[in-house]
């Protein structure tokens, strides 16, 4: 197969790679779309350690099963492999498994090629009105969807009352603010300093967008979901909030300071960080996506995996305006 492999720092290169190869109860799957996440961005810049060159990066995956069990079957991956036997995954938290693998990271390969095993239940079959490149957004979406489902039980207010804050209008903070809205928050307001992708945010119902640079932030708010993870953000979604309000971390930035724990002793806020989705997380999403409410999920740039290479440039160039790049195997 053909397979956009990581080879080096700011290295890519389109070659050929073995097929993989199934285990008991895994299922082949042509891939047909996939998105480059900015976990990806940060292996290929060399700055994630647990991603090892050589290797095929992509978690953000959806095609077709062409082998194995749901054979015919359109599919979107959860890409987070767990135990299904220790305490995290029999309680519901099985994101937090001890000995959960994630594709694109060892021993796993990932899906930024023209096929990918995975086992039957990571699948969640696509209906055939749902593009396979809106389905492969399932992934990103799912971190939004479990970072305010956990909100909902720590605010003290109904979300339906509730002022949010979201830092960063890129797909992980979109997303989030899409799952808001679908989920009925009262005021969404989403912190991004590109004028190009304040626009695309913009144009979403329901959602207002700022200049955190130029424009006056809000304050007082009830909920801040930061989508970005950099200092400079923990330090601005901190002091937006209310007391006693509610922080959930899904960037991961860096690992600068920000967050002002002084004022976050005094006001009582309450600081959740937040690690990908569950598996029903992930279910409950795509089946959001399927049934339309999340909106059209029309601000994905598409480009054929064989120019992969020059995409992640140009995201590092800061030249694409969308906030996800979806990668083609089959183009």
């Not at 073995?18 to 810049?45: F, K, N």
């Not at 997303?175 to 913009?202: D, F, H, K, N």
């Amino acid at each position: 197969m053909k397979a956009l492999v990581y080879t080096g720092v700011k290295q890519l290169d389109f070659i050929d790679r073995p097929d993989p190869q199934s285990q008991a109860g895994d299922a082949l799957i042509r891939v047909e779309a996939v998105g480059i996440c900015g976990s990806d961005m940060h292996a290929w810049a060399g700055h994630d350690d647990r991603r090892p060159a050589p290797l095929i990066l992509g978690h953000e995956a959806a095609g077709t099963v062409i082998d194995g069990p749901m054979t015919g079957q359109r599919v979107t991956v959860n890409p987070l492999v767990t135990c299904g036997a220790c305490q995290a995954c029999t309680s519901g938290r099985d994101n937090l498994c001890a000995t959960r693998q994630i594709i694109s990271m060892p021993p796993r390969e990932g899906a930024f090629a023209e096929l990918l095993t995975m086992p039957a239940r990571n699948l969640v079959a696509v209906p055939d009105h749902v593009s396979l490149a809106a389905a492969s957004l399932a992934e990103p979406l799912a971190c939004g969807w479990h970072a305010v489902r956990l909100a909902q039980k720590a605010l003290d207010i109904p979300l339906a009352a509730a002022r949010c804050l979201v830092m960063g209008g890129g797909a992980i903070g979109l997303g989030a603010a899409l799952v808001l809205r679908a989920m009925g928050a009262g005021q969404i307001m989403v912190a991004e300093t590109s004028a190009a992708r304040r626009a695309i945010v913009g144009a979403q119902d329901g959602i207002t967008v700022f200049d955190p640079i130029s424009d006056t932030a809000p304050q007082d708010v009830d909920l801040v979901i930061d989508g970005v993870g950099f200092g400079a953000t923990r330090a601005a979604g901190s002091q937006a909030l209310r007391p006693g309000g509610v922080f959930m971390h899904i960037g991961l930035g860096d690992t600068a300071p920000g967050l002002d724990i002084r004022r976050a002793t005094l006001q009582e806020l309450t600081f959740i960080g937040t690690y990908t989705y569950t598996a029903q997380d992930f279910r409950d999403t795509a089946q959001a996506i399927f049934e339309g409410r999340l909106g059209a999920l029309d601000w994905a740039e598409a480009a054929p995996l064989s120019d992969g290479a020059q995409a992640f440039r140009s995201i590092a160039d800061g030249q694409v305006a969308a906030p996800k790049i979806t990668l083609l195997p089959q183009a």
